[in-house]
């Protein structure tokens, strides 16, 4: 049984949940940003609650290391480096538009799309990156103003 604890802090909303073998068993999600320090550790003892768990029983934690909120991103990171190093378990970073991208990639069924996953950068910018269906990066990941020319280049070669 591979028991893990995923902890997204990065965005405007966060989430929590527990997987069990690449499966939520369970997940708490908190939308207001300003809350996220609050919200973290009150729902991770909810969950395990919730699923008859115990904190030890942990296999790994799985964190968003970004591109997000700096605030954010502190408090996820800290809290998964944290739990980590008290349970003896590993730490799995991985970033946000990967997160994204594979959610996305979930809900296609087209083997040669490209995915794009965006975060809203502020001051007209994105964070954004481009893979493939295997999630493959194409571009690596980047704050860009988005224009017409933005994907040009990588859409002309795919076609």
Do not use: W
């Not at 730490?91 to 995915?115: F, R, V």
């Not at 295997?134 to 994907?151: D, K, P, W």
């Amino acid at each position: 049984m591979s028991l893990i604890l995923n902890i997204d802090t990065s965005q405007e909303t966060a989430s929590v949940s527990v997987a069990e073998n690449g499966k939520i068993l369970n997940s708490k999600t908190n939308s207001n940003q300003k809350d996220h320090a609050s919200f973290l550790h009150q729902n991770i003892q909810t969950l395990l609650k919730e699923l008859s768990l115990e904190i030890k029983q942990l296999s790994a934690v799985a964190v968003s290391n970004g591109p997000g909120s700096y605030t954010g991103l502190r408090v996820g990171i800290s809290s998964a480096k944290g739990l980590c190093y008290a349970l003896k378990i590993p730490l799995l970073a991985i970033g946000s538009l990967k997160i994204i991208a594979h959610d996305a990639i979930n809900q296609i069924d087209e083997k040669d799309a490209i995915i794009c996953p965006m975060i809203d950068a502020r001051r007209m910018e994105v964070f954004t990156t481009l893979f493939n269906y295997n999630l493959e990066e194409l571009l690596e990941g980047t704050a860009m103003i988005l224009n017409s020319e933005s994907f040009k280049p990588i859409l002309e070669s795919k076609i």
